[in-house]
């Protein structure tokens, strides 16, 4: 059996990532369900290792100071994240894992888990059209749309860094999803990858 | 719009790639047809470009020496073979090729068409398996089933070269064309020959 492999997506705010990434795990089987991380104290009921790995807040940081933690965020003043060793452990038993990130994490988590890890990125059909998805959420102040049309600029420049880009076409959410289990079936093809089914062969 | 890919299908004998190349040309929508060129003299009826490009035995000869013919055959004394300025027309023309090459053949193309080009060998699911589907055609000498087992052997040390490595199991040649239409819509999306979509973006 291969091993499993990451899968990172990431998007600009207007490339839709949230309903592809929803339609991806909804068709896509061979996922395995990465247990978090957290600082925040265990609740009643609550299992080690089965609603999240529970760490101190200083344990947590130097988890993520060792490069030990791929992706991670903070909340209500505790951290939460997906350590390396998860990840390593669900990719062993042969199960892929999407990790949702910021467009600027993509090649950090690269640079963490090596060749295990494949980078996608969404982006909207133009940045017309982003734009356009951007201001139908309505409630926003023009200057809260503005700032993020700046960011999202920034984040097209981060494109060429992936391994992958996904456009999502407007109303084609499925079909895009669809691209993405492409790219995740390809990349389990290689001929690197495929290496160890080579050498046992003729055993 | 992007150019196209040209991609190379390879197996050894026993790997079942004639009815996955035969299903994979009906699934696989995006396919250009290459005109191939030839040295036999035109029929009545037939058209330079529609049936064959028609060269002289010398002419072809020269377009082998300088690299401009991908692969070719020799039958009936006449050469048979695709040019590659016919693959550069199709695929500027954002179609796909596939060619079905012998295993010591694509590394070969590879370096004629550098990273437009993107090369997958099937494969049996194992060496028993493989040498079963080549004793079950039933007609061949023992001598010639043992030397095409030496030959199968020796393919397989091919693998490692070809980009893409895919398993054909037996009675799943179905699933192994889907596979091989998830290759290449994936290699369409690579940030590199996505770069064009990434320039154009803020027009």
Redesign the interface.
């Known amino acids: 059996m291969n091993n499993g492999l990451v899968f990172v997506i990431s998007g600009p705010s207007g490339s839709g990532k949230g309903t592809v990434v929803e339609i991806l795990r909804k068709i896509y089987s061979k996922v395995g369900v990465a247990v978090s991380a957290t600082s925040r104290l265990p609740r009643e009921g609550e299992l080690e290792g089965v609603n999240y790995y529970y760490k101190t807040r200083e344990q947590f940081e130097e988890l993520i100071r060792n490069g030990d933690v791929l992706e991670y965020t903070e909340y209500n003043g505790n951290y939460y994240g997906t350590l390396k060793s998860e990840a390593e452990r669900i990719t062993a038993e042969g199960r892929d894992i999407i990790l949702e990130i910021e467009v600027d994490g993509g090649s950090q988590i690269k640079k963490l888990l090596g060749e295990q890890c494949v980078t996608i990125?969404l982006?909207a059909p133009?940045?017309d059209e982003q734009e356009r998805r951007l201001r139908g959420r309505g409630t926003e102040s023009e200057e809260v749309i503005l700032g993020r049309l700046a960011r999202a600029?920034e984040e097209?420049m981060e494109?060429?860094?992936?391994?992958?880009?996904?456009?999502n076409e407007t109303g084609k959410s499925e079909e895009c999803a669809e691209?993405i289990?492409?790219?995740m079936?390809?990349?389990h093809?290689?001929?690197r990858r495929?290496?160890k089914?080579?050498n046992?062969?003729?055993?």
């Open positions: 990125m982006i133009d940045a600029r097209m494109a060429v860094k992936y391994d992958y880009v996904v456009v691209t289990v492409s790219i079936k390809a990349e093809q290689t001929s495929m290496s089914y080579i046992d062969y003729f055993d």
